[in-house]
């Protein structure tokens, strides 16, 4: 009797473990990174809380305007990690120095734009009726903050040309490095140690400045000295910038910039909505998107790995390999939030102490963070397919099923169930998070069938080929 062949399945599951083990690997130290700059905000949130409700409740609303920002600059500029891995998978790393070079340029003008920005953000609050003693602490915290973004945005160049290389180990040490610089910085600020006079919450702004400056430094640092950047030559010369290069990048960027911010803007345009409800609510929704966010670096960490994954295996030249990755990316993020669903479910209650005592926050916080429970599996699948279409160079149809699906579809059921009375009693914050819900669900199916779609192109333009 002949053998029977065999199985492939055991073939495949070797397989998925291997690429697990390999995202895994990427994105560890990306995780633990993007952890520490949360765990930022998380230090902020509770030294300022401890100082008052209202210091508490500046630094939320100046987190809900400078965040975003964050989030578009450092979006335009991931095209740096799509376009680095892109040519780490060809081979050609004479080509990724100069590319890196006109990426710096594109960030030290949008670093210097946000700044002038942030200076300027004072009829935002005004226009959203936040109260003047509140107004005039959130403009403090910002302007401090806003000393800190032209580093930031040179930063992000050189951790996304980091990342696409697969080195992501410097990004964890100097997001660690900074995080512990934080603490002190902090204290010394908002208390007035040393001298310092006592800034409360605008202290946190001026901590945040000065920890990004050095993070700048330390990475920096190492790019110039570490073996495994020689090859790109980065520091070989300096070329005035070059208008091609940089709207390259931007045409690439600047759809995952604004996908980016369009999710995050959500959350904070929440917080500006709610400004007039008073200091306990803005602060309970402040506590709930803070540890929210947390939660999710997890899973954006991994779809910021499943970029360089599938940029890699596009550049050479496997297509199933990138779709391959791209799946195994979407499960092992959907197995993550079976567990912080869960985690956040029964413990919501007690993650709210950790922030504040106080009674009115504490109640508001715990029900926003059960909202935030629901939407854990979606917020998973529509980062992760949004992190595979970026290796795909996929983004323009990201930005659009990313506005649609928030601004067209949840911010409108959100406003009608928390501040309108269009399906009944407004509900306040939880009405909004419950939009929230709305608008991630349809994020994810709309882009877990764009993700499918791209792979079979790829796939197909790879016969053809």
């Known amino acids: 009797m002949s053998a ?3 199985s492939p399945a055991p073939s495949r599951f070797r397989r998925s473990l291997t690429e697990v083990r390999t995202l895994l690997a990427l994105a560890g130290p990306i995780m633990v990174a993007q952890l520490a700059n949360t765990a930022m905000g998380f230090v902020d949130t509770v030294m300022a809380g401890r100082v008052g409700p209202r210091d508490l409740a500046a630094v939320a609303l100046g987190n809900s305007i400078w965040v975003p920002m964050l989030l578009l600059m450092g979006g335009i500029l991931l095209a740096t990690t799509a376009k680095v891995s892109r040519k780490v998978g060809a081979g050609t790393y004479v080509l990724i120095g100069p590319l890196v070079r006109q990426a710096l340029w594109l960030a030290l003008a949008i670093g210097l734009i946000a700044a002038a920005l942030l200076f300027a953000a004072e009829p935002v609050l005004v226009l959203m009726q936040v109260e003047a003693s509140l107004r005039a602490t959130t403009m403090g915290y910002l302007q401090a903050v806003a000393l800190g973004f032209p580093a930031l945005a040179l930063y992000q160049v050189l951790r996304g040309f980091s990342d696409g290389l697969g080195s992501t180990r410097p990004t964890m040490v100097i997001g660690l490095l900074g995080l512990l610089l934080n603490i002190p910085l902090n204290y010394m600020f908002i208390y007035g140690k040393l001298g310092l006079p006592a800034m409360g919450g605008v202290g946190c702004g001026w901590a945040t ?6 993070m700048l430094g330390a990475m920096l640092w190492w790019v110039h000295w570490a073996p495994v950047y020689r090859s790109s030559r980065l520091f070989e010369r300096l070329e005035r910038p070059q208008w091609l290069e940089i709207r390259a990048l931007l045409t690439l960027g600047l759809p995952i910039g604004i996908a980016i911010f369009a999710e995050a803007s959500i959350f904070s345009l929440i917080a500006l ?3 007039s409800l008073g200091a ?3 602060a309970g929704h402040q506590v709930a998107l803070n540890f929210s966010s947390m939660v999710f670096m997890i899973p954006y960490s991994l779809a910021m790995a499943t970029t360089v994954r599938v940029g890699q295996a596009l550049g050479r030249g496997a297509p199933r390999d990138a779709r391959f990755s791209a799946g195994v990316a979407m499960a092992t993020a959907l197995v ?3 567990l912080s669903a869960s985690l956040m479910l029964l413990l919501r209650a007690d993650i709210a102490r950790l922030y504040t005592p106080d009674a009115e926050v504490l109640a508001v916080a715990s029900a926003l963070l ?4 629901l939407f854990q599996f979606s917020d998973a699948i529509q980062v992760t397919a949004a992190g595979a279409l970026r290796g795909y160079h996929d983004t323009r149809a990201t930005m659009l099923i990313t506005l649609l699906a928030y601004w067209g579809i949840g911010l409108p059921i959100g406003y009608g169930l928390g501040l309108g009375d269009w399906f009944g009693p407004a509900s306040g914050p ?6 929230l819900v709305v608008g991630l669900t349809c994020a994810a199916l709309l882009l877990g069938v764009r993700l499918q779609r791209s792979a079979r192109r790829s796939i197909r333009a790879s016969r053809e080929a």
């Open 4 to 6: 029977l062949p065999a």
């Open 209 to 214: 400045a000065l920890v990004l400056w050095f």
């Open 273 to 275: 909505l709610i400004g």
């Open 280 to 282: 306990s609510v803005v």
């Open 336 to 338: 993550y939030a079976c």
């Open 370 to 373: 059960m909202y935030s429970a």
């Open 430 to 435: 939880a009405g909004l998070w419950q939009g």
